[in-house]
């Protein structure tokens, strides 16, 4: 499957919540104690603020729905919510994470470190750097383009190892190792697998005035009830 593919669209799932919000009945409830899901939080909130759409669902059965886009990113989760005092904890379900696989690995053109991914669109190569660290220990980032990536490199600073990097997700690869060689020919596959799957592991998120707050990214987001 495509990366666009797994991709979710954080705005559209914000509307199907404020449509399910009409249905969901609000009953006011004291404090909550640990590993409770008190009927007060119960519900659909947006959290969506300039350049960002954010939605989360809390429901009655203990089960959460989150998706965010921000940018080129788009990430969702899905698991168990619980709330304590003024906190909202998150932990989502398991979700297998994406793999770098290495298909084969040749010598290649005098030189070059070549690099090629396997992707249906070639165009899905530019979201992707090459980590190269050379034998003096600096590291050189460089795009690959839609046809992959040919870097140059001189025998006196010659490539030791190399890292694939999904920027838009920070997920890089395990360095691999290059033995010394006149050049490299690297052909790469990506399994997508649970990529956007956000793990969620107790996250925090505290109840202030009505609102879940979230720590994202560097962003505060703030989930406002959505009004039914």
Do not use: C
């Not at 603020?49 to 009655?60: F, G, H, V, Y």
């Not at 089960?63 to 932990?91: H, I, M, P």
């Not at 025998?155 to 838009?168: G, I």
């Amino acid at each position: 499957m495509g990366i666009v593919d797994l991709r979710h669209t954080g705005i559209a799932f914000a509307r199907r919540l404020a449509a399910a919000a009409a249905m969901t009945l609000i009953i006011s409830a004291p404090a909550a104690m640990a590993g409770q899901k008190p009927a007060s939080l119960v519900g659909a909130y947006q959290g969506g603020q300039m350049e960002i759409a954010a939605a989360l669902e809390l429901t009655a059965k203990g089960r959460f729905r989150y998706e965010l886009s921000y940018g080129s990113l788009d990430e969702a989760a899905e698991g168990k919510w619980t709330a304590n005092g003024d906190q909202v904890t998150l932990t989502s379900d398991p979700a297998p994470a994406p793999q770098y696989v290495v298909v084969s690995q040749a010598n290649g053109p005098q030189g070059v470190l070549r690099i090629i991914m396997d992707f249906k669109d070639s165009y899905y190569q530019q979201h992707f750097f090459a980590l190269v660290t050379r034998n003096d220990g600096s590291v050189d980032a460089v795009q690959l383009g839609i046809d992959g990536l040919s870097w140059a490199f001189t025998p006196d600073a010659p490539p030791k190892s190399v890292r694939l990097l999904f920027n838009v997700y920070q997920l890089a690869s395990d360095p691999l190792p290059l033995a010394p060689g006149p050049g490299y020919l690297i052909h790469y596959r990506f399994d997508a697998n649970g990529l956007g799957k956000v793990a969620f592991k107790g996250e925090p998120l505290k109840i202030d005035h009505g609102e879940l707050v979230l720590e994202r990214h560097g962003r505060t987001l703030r989930f406002r009830r959505v009004k039914s």
